[in-house]
């Protein structure tokens, strides 16, 4: 078993920041994946970044060149800086660990947070 508590969600206004922090514990070494997905009212929920055991880093392109995602292994941490939030990046934003290699589907991640609200306004 793995769990997961996120925590750094908020309101920020259109071009700003946030980080958002996700702490991991139990069996942390059978993680094959750390992803970030997001779901906004009345969508699917969708993939935001992974990080996977090999260091690589994916990103949706809706985010990429303004998420980073970032792995503390030590204190098994995984973040998602945010930087030039756009107003439709609103959204619940979940944490989630898996052990399959298809990271960009949820059905891939076996453990997920409970989310953490991101608001973004004009």
């Known amino acids: 078993q793995v769990q997961l508590v996120e925590s750094g969600g908020g309101l920020v206004q259109a071009g700003g920041s946030l980080r958002l922090s996700c702490a991991a514990s139990?069996?942390?070494?059978?993680?094959?994946?750390m992803g970030w997905f997001r779901q906004a009212p009345g969508k699917e929920r969708e993939f935001v970044a992974a990080s996977l055991w090999t260091s690589s880093t994916y990103y949706a392109d809706s985010v990429k060149g303004r998420f980073t995602i970032s792995r503390d292994n030590a204190k098994n941490m995984v973040y998602l800086q945010m930087n030039s939030l756009k107003l439709e990046d609103a959204a619940v934003y979940y944490c989630?660990?898996?052990?399959?290699?298809?990271?960009?589907?949820?059905?891939?991640?076996?453990?997920w947070g409970q989310g953490t609200q991101v608001a973004v306004s004009s």
């Open positions: 139990g069996r942390t070494r059978s993680i094959y994946a």
């Open positions: 989630a660990a898996g052990s399959d290699g298809a990271f960009r589907s949820p059905g891939a991640y076996n453990y």
